[in-house]
């Protein structure tokens, strides 16, 4: 079946713009996440959705992150007033409720902030 | 920040037995450990999980120690394509939805 899809693969911005990064979980899995993967380093969580509710934010860095997820599928991690720092590669992950042990990873979306 | 510790890097010839080790000796009586491969440019995939007893499984083996403080991820014969970052992360299952926490886990280089 279909797994974890985002979009866009790739997404070039300039300082100080917004941008989005989409994330599509596999059907019917009601937990997703949001990782940030910096280079040379392992993925660091940002934020975790039960549902449409944010059931842990607690890894955002600062305000200028938020992520919605209003169906409870579908989710956006939206990013504004970009920084150079924010450069990095934005996984995405899906989990069913019952089987918590295994989350489900995306390909990822790299984003580069000139 | 990571309970775990790993090597940086590992190699391994092709058709050998790949062993990753990982201590965790501050690990928790309710925690697992997994573990996780991440091959180049693509998200994370699951490998297998232990609590106490050995597990395998069609990807790998994992041996963990009595006490609980350390493990090893077996690869019984590596291919190329098992050239990977490999991550060990203990967690609890009981916490549903609770974050994998990555650390830099261990670059396995597998060359013919």
């Known amino acids: 079946g279909a797994g974890v899809s985002q979009t866009p693969s790739n997404k070039v911005t300039e300082k100080g713009k917004y941008v989005e990064l989409r994330c599509d979980p596999i059907?019917?899995?009601?937990?997703l996440y949001w990782y940030r993967q910096s280079l040379g380093q392992g993925p660091e969580f940002l934020i975790y959705f039960q549902g449409t509710g944010a059931a842990d934010d607690s890894g955002l860095p600062n305000d200028r992150f938020f992520a919605v997820r209003p169906e409870g599928s579908v989710s956006t991690l939206k990013i504004q007033r970009t920084e150079r720092g924010d450069s990095a590669v934005y996984l995405c992950a899906s989990s069913s409720r019952t089987d918590s042990y295994e989350q489900y990873f995306g390909p990822g979306t790299r984003l580069t902030v000139t | 920040d990571a309970k775990t510790t790993q090597p940086p890097s590992m190699d391994c010839a092709e058709g050998r037995a790949a062993n990753l080790p990982c201590n965790h000796s501050?690990?928790?009586?309710?925690?697992?450990v997994y573990w996780y491969r991440q091959i180049h440019s693509q998200g994370p995939q699951y490998i297998i999980h232990g609590l106490k007893n050995n597990e395998t499984n069609e990807m790998a083996s994992l041996i963990i120690t009595e006490d609980r403080k350390s493990s090893t991820l077996i690869l019984p014969h590596a291919t190329l394509r098992d050239t990977a970052v490999y991550y060990c992360?203990?967690?609890?299952?009981?916490?549903?939805?609770?974050?994998?926490?990555f650390g830099k886990g261990t670059t396995l280089s597998v060359s013919s």
């Open positions: 059907s019917g899995h009601t937990a």
């Open positions: 992360i203990v967690k609890s299952p009981n916490q549903a939805g609770t974050a994998l926490i």
């Open positions: 501050t690990i928790s009586g309710n925690e697992y």
